[in-house]
T-cell receptor, first 113, second 110 residues
Framework: KAGVTQTPRYLIKTRGQQVTLSCSPISGHRSVSWYQQTPGQGLQFLFEYFSETQRNKGNFPGRFSGRQFSNSRSEMNVSTLELGDSALYLC????????????FGPGTRLTVL | QKEVEQNSGPLSVPEGAIASLNCTYSDRGSQSFFWYRQYSGKSPELIMFIYSNGDKEDGRFTAQLNKASQYVSLLIRDSQPSDSATYLCAVNRNNNDMRFGAGTRLTVKP
């Protein structure tokens, strides 16, 4: 079974631009979560989608948004990029069962200049 | 108070020793608990999950959970240099609302 895939793997943007990242979950997984990882803040939860609905949300500004499609694929968008948005963005998928084991994709490395 | 706290380390153990990693969490209603291993430049990899009080063993790894003390630990027996990585504790608060600790960096010296 294929793992979680994320595209693109690397991105370079400038301040003020916007960016869209994509995540395809493991087949059969309907929950997709997004995280931001930086050396200073660690792994921070952005939001989680299930059945095309945002079910959980972390403490990030409204510039960070996401959506999920009927095939469970998900996108996240960051508008008006800031230097501090430079990070590794990770997507994880899980089955909807009581354990919620999450499996991560390889991540998208975003650099904001 | 942070939602999930771990000692940042680094924790250094000799090859063959037991490595002990600890984690505390603040939300008493949390339901399931996870340990991830992350090698430098790679994404986190799930090692263990536990949701009942007590111990859970899987090969060289044992996860321990004490909900009354809001404490989770991971023991790695017969540590190998390949175990050198950052170990992340994660807590599922409710319906896949997952929070991570900052991670403990483990070095296993040959």
């Amino acid at each position: 079974k294929a793992g979680v895939t994320q595209t693109p793997r690397y991105l370079i943007k400038t301040r003020g631009q916007q960016v869209t990242l994509s995540c395809s979950p493991i087949s059969g997984h309907r929950s997709v979560s997004w995280y931001q990882q930086t050396p200073g803040q660690g792994l921070q939860f952005l939001f989680e989608y299930f059945s095309e609905t945002q079910r959980n949300k972390g403490n990030f500004p409204g510039r960070f948004s996401g959506r999920q499609f009927s095939n469970s694929r998900s996108e996240m968008n960051v508008s008006t990029l800031e230097l501090g948005d430079s990070a590794l963005y990770l997507c994880a998928s899980s089955l909807e069962d009581r354990t919620y084991e999450q499996f991560f994709g390889p991540g998208t490395r975003l650099t904001v200049l | 108070q942070k939602e999930v706290e771990q000692n940042s380390g680094p924790l250094s153990v000799p090859e063959g020793a037991i490595a002990s990693l600890n984690c505390t969490y603040s939300d008493r209603g949390s339901q399931s608990f996870f340990w991830y291993r992350q090698y430098s430049g790679k994404s986190p990899e799930l090692i263990m999950f536990i949701y009942s009080n007590g111990d859970k063993e899987d090969g060289r790894f044992t996860a321990q959970l004490n909900k009354a003390s809001q404490y989770v630990s991971l023991l790695i027996r017969d540590s190998q240099p390949s175990d050198s990585a950052t170990y992340l504790c994660a807590v599922n608060r409710n319906n896949n609302d997952m929070r991570f600790g900052a991670g403990t960096r483990l070095t296993v010296k040959p």
